[in-house]
């Protein structure tokens, strides 16, 4: 592989960077922010999420446990089993991911700004196609089969 193919890869992991110093700004790390973004799209086990997430499961009540503290999220026991616990995101959590949501597309918007203004723009458009390519895949991944993955 030469250089210019690895310049997608660390592209990514540059922006990742940016993110991450705006989200610090707002209080969360990546991977608070990360499950605070999936569970505005509706409340989840833990396992789901450990597997949406792409982590284990105990990273994700390792990371569970700090936006509990932090009164992001509330966990529900499951009336029907005992054992399955529901994670909602709190009023003050969606709050918390707004202004995470603004801090990290501002920083976004300033670093695309020394790109010329259609660049920019396309830049700016063109990431959530990124999230589409990860949800398809995820999907794909678990319309397998288990036991059937090489």
Not at 2 to 11: K, L, Q
Not at 19 to 41: M, N, T
Request: hydrophobic residues 50%.
């Amino acid at each position: 592989m030469g250089v210019d193919d690895a310049r997608p890869a660390r592209a990514a992991a540059s922006l990742a960077r940016v993110v991450e110093l705006a989200l610090a700004d707002a209080g969360l790390s990546l991977a608070q922010y990360r499950l605070l973004a999936y569970l505005s799209r509706g409340s989840s086990a833990a396992s789901p999420a450990a597997r949406d997430l792409s982590t284990s499961r105990p990273s994700v009540t390792a990371l569970v446990d700090g936006v509990v503290a932090k009164g992001l999220v509330q966990r529900f026991p499951d009336p029907d089993d005992r054992r399955r616990i529901t994670l909602v995101l709190t009023p003050p959590g969606f709050d918390v991911l707004d202004r995470a949501d603004a801090a990290a597309i501002a920083r976004l918007a300033a670093v695309a700004s020394y790109l010329p203004p259609a660049d920019a723009e396309r830049a700016l458009e063109g990431l959530p196609l990124w999230t589409d390519a990860v949800r398809a895949e995820a999907a794909a991944q678990s319309a397998v089969a288990p036991g059937s993955r090489s």
